[in-house]
């Protein structure tokens, strides 16, 4: 599976980040820009992830986003988790939004 960091990540040009943390986690801090689909909705919703385009996953602290990963890099996209999540994005002082 890829990986990259959140330093790496921050210094993308308009990255595809898909955030699959449940909802009272991403109202609480995200990062900028992502697209919030929670875990337990990726199957349902995967026809909204991008399959022509790498597909950033992000979650708490890069155990979930792993997993999200996994099974879409199985499904032939291209899926690149992203080590710490979104407490190591805040951690290295990147900026995040709050709310839905």
């Known amino acids: 599976m890829k990986e990259i960091t959140v330093t790496e990540?921050?210094?993308?040009?308009?990255?595809?980040?898909?955030?699959?943390?449940?909802?009272w986690e991403y109202e609480a801090a995200h990062?900028?820009?992502?697209?919030?689909i929670p875990m337990g909705e990726v199957v349902a919703r995967i026809g909204?992830?991008?399959a022509d385009v790498p597909v950033h996953v992000i979650c708490a602290l890069g155990g979930r986003s792993a997993q999200v990963a996994e099974y879409l890099a199985?499904?032939?996209?291209?899926?690149?988790n992203i080590a710490g999540g979104t407490?190591?994005?805040?951690?290295?002082?990147?900026?995040?939004?709050q709310g839905a």
């Open 87 to 97: 407490t190591a994005w805040q951690q290295a002082g990147l900026p995040t939004e």
């Open 31 to 36: 990062v900028p820009g992502v697209v919030h």
């Open 48 to 50: 909204e992830i991008p």
């Open 9 to 23: 990540l921050s210094a993308l040009t308009e990255p595809v980040v898909i955030d699959v943390r449940e909802p």
């Open 74 to 80: 199985a499904r032939g996209h291209d899926a690149v």
